[in-house]
């Protein structure tokens, strides 16, 4: 099946007995069962129908044979981490998501170190793998900054290493780009942005082709509980659905308001990848299937009240969903970050983030320009 396919199809059969199109929501605790039966459902924070399904689905979409489904993005995150041992060290893209930042700086006090560096510039890159390492953690697009980093090149300089490679691909989801095709070992997901899409769900994934890296995560997520309930699981299957369709209406929308951003006085410096002024535009073409919907620029008035003049771009974090999103990360997502290492990588305090959701450009053009020209 083609991609759009896998979307409504896979996880998806008929219920037994009522041929329902839509599998029941299974939200028992524990299961009925004979001692002497072979093991199938035990007990829910271990198995799951409906967890199930979402997990088939999900594999399916990166053509891949396995995925453990979260209760959180961060649940997710962790999970990877558990694979890191006292004395290890972890190379990771300097701009990550803030609550990626703070788990990355509790590692230290198992004797695990983390070094960030600029994974999108490869002389960079070539740097910071020259020396062993057991996890490479690539965000790209990443989070805020929309720097594109190079996976199959990565991938080749890490396994050199005998070092993992993991891409938070939440940014892009599995409709515009798909980790494991371009040589990554595993695809991190916060599934509560782009792929359930209506901001009413938490969820995380991991997916990936080795069957030793999936028992374990499976495993850990068993042991420590981060596990979605049946019913969460089934509002992320109903968003993954419409998937394709709401990322290509988002990246149409976004596309046109990054160039309108460019022609306003009060907007400098505006990050999207779909601009060939872009420091990785040709990459982000090659690399992914479209540019996405998530737009960065720094503005040169009061952020505060910028997002406060804005009537459909709410004020919120998160990002992904089928309404848009104003935020400023210094003050917001990556405020867990101290000031100066924001600084450094670029994340200053004029920065903006837009999520674009799928209302109609001209009223998204309109309340934007509305509020730009408010100072």
């Given at each position: 099946?083609?991609?759009?396919?896998?979307?409504?199809?896979?996880?998806?059969?008929?219920?037994?007995?009522?041929?329902?199109?839509?599998?029941?929501?299974h939200?028992a605790?524990?299961?009925?069962?004979?001692?002497?039966?072979?093991?199938?459902?035990?007990?829910s924070?271990?198995?799951?129908?409906?967890?199930?399904?979402?997990?088939?689905?999900?594999?399916?979409?990166?053509?891949?044979?396995?995925?453990?489904?979260?209760?959180?993005?961060?649940?997710?995150a962790?999970?990877?981490?558990?694979?890191?041992?006292?004395?290890?060290?972890?190379?990771?893209?300097?701009?990550v998501?803030?609550?990626t930042?703070?788990?990355?700086?509790?590692?230290?006090?198992?004797?695990?170190?983390?070094?960030?560096?600029?994974?999108?510039?490869?002389?960079?890159?070539?740097?910071?793998?020259?020396?062993?390492?057991?996890?490479?953690?690539?965000?790209?697009?990443?989070?805020?900054?929309?720097?594109?980093?190079?996976?199959?090149?990565?991938?080749?300089?890490?396994?050199?290493?005998?070092?993992?490679?993991?891409?938070?691909?939440?940014?892009?989801?599995?409709?515009?780009?798909?980790?494991?095709?371009?040589?990554?070992?595993?695809?991190?997901?916060?599934?509560?942005?782009?792929?359930?899409?209506?901001?009413?769900?938490l969820?995380?994934?991991?997916?990936?082709?080795?069957?030793?890296?999936?028992?374990?995560?499976?495993?850990?997520?068993?042991?420590?509980?981060?596990?979605?309930?049946?019913?969460?699981?089934?509002?992320?299957?109903?968003?993954?659905?419409?998937?394709?369709?709401?990322?290509?209406?988002?990246?149409?929308?976004?596309?046109?308001?990054?160039?309108?951003?460019?022609?306003?006085p009060?907007v400098?410096?505006?990050?999207?990848?779909?601009?060939?002024?872009?420091?990785?535009?040709?990459?982000?073409?090659?690399?992914?299937?479209?540019?996405?919907?998530?737009?960065?620029?720094?503005?040169?008035?009061?952020?505060?009240?910028?997002?406060?003049?804005?009537?459909?771009?709410?004020?919120?974090?998160?990002?992904?969903?089928v309404?848009?999103?104003?935020?400023?990360?210094?003050?917001?997502?990556?405020?867990?970050?101290?000031?100066?290492?924001?600084?450094?990588?670029?994340?200053?305090?004029?920065l903006?983030?837009?999520?674009?959701?799928?209302?109609?450009?001209?009223?998204?053009?309109?309340d934007?320009?509305?509020?730009?020209?408010?100072?």
């Amino acid at each position: 099946m083609r991609f759009d396919t896998r979307l409504v199809h896979s996880g998806q059969r008929s219920a037994p007995g009522t041929g329902d199109i839509v599998p029941p929501i299974h939200v028992a605790t524990t299961y009925d069962r004979f001692a002497q039966e072979p093991l199938r459902l035990f007990y829910s924070r271990g198995e799951n129908p409906t967890r199930q399904a979402l997990e088939e689905c999900l594999a399916a979409l990166e053509d891949a044979r396995f995925c453990a489904v979260f209760s959180s993005g961060q649940a997710a995150a962790t999970t990877v981490l558990s694979l890191l041992s006292t004395g290890q060290r972890v190379v990771s893209s300097d701009d990550v998501y803030g609550g990626t930042y703070a788990l990355f700086s509790t590692l230290s006090r198992f004797g695990i170190q983390v070094d960030y560096a600029d994974l999108s510039d490869p002389a960079e890159a070539r740097r910071a793998l020259a020396t062993d390492a057991a996890l490479v953690w690539v965000e790209t697009p990443s989070n805020p900054l929309l720097k594109i980093a190079d996976v199959a090149e990565i991938g080749r300089l890490a396994h050199a290493r005998g070092a993992v490679v993991v891409v938070d691909n939440t940014f892009a989801s599995p409709a515009l780009q798909r980790p494991l095709e371009l040589g990554a070992d595993v695809s991190l997901y916060s599934t509560t942005k782009f792929i359930a899409g209506h901001a009413d769900v938490l969820g995380g994934a991991l997916v990936c082709d080795d069957a030793e890296l999936h028992a374990r995560f499976a495993e850990h997520r068993t042991v420590t509980g981060g596990v979605p309930g049946g019913l969460d699981c089934y509002l992320v299957h109903r968003g993954v659905k419409t998937l394709s369709l709401r990322v290509a209406r988002q990246t149409a929308t976004a596309r046109a308001i990054a160039e309108e951003l460019c022609d306003r006085p009060a907007v400098i410096d505006v990050r999207y990848p779909g601009l060939p002024q872009h420091p990785q535009y040709r990459l982000a073409g090659r690399q992914m299937s479209g540019p996405g919907s998530i737009i960065g620029f720094r503005y040169r008035g009061d952020p505060e009240k910028l997002m406060a003049r804005t009537q459909l771009f709410a004020c919120a974090v998160s990002l992904g969903g089928v309404r848009s999103l104003i935020e400023c990360p210094a003050l917001m997502t990556h405020r867990p970050i101290p000031r100066a290492i924001r600084q450094a990588a670029g994340i200053t305090d004029d920065l903006i983030r837009l999520s674009v959701g799928i209302e109609d450009p001209a009223d998204l053009v309109a309340d934007l320009t509305t509020a730009l020209e408010g100072d």
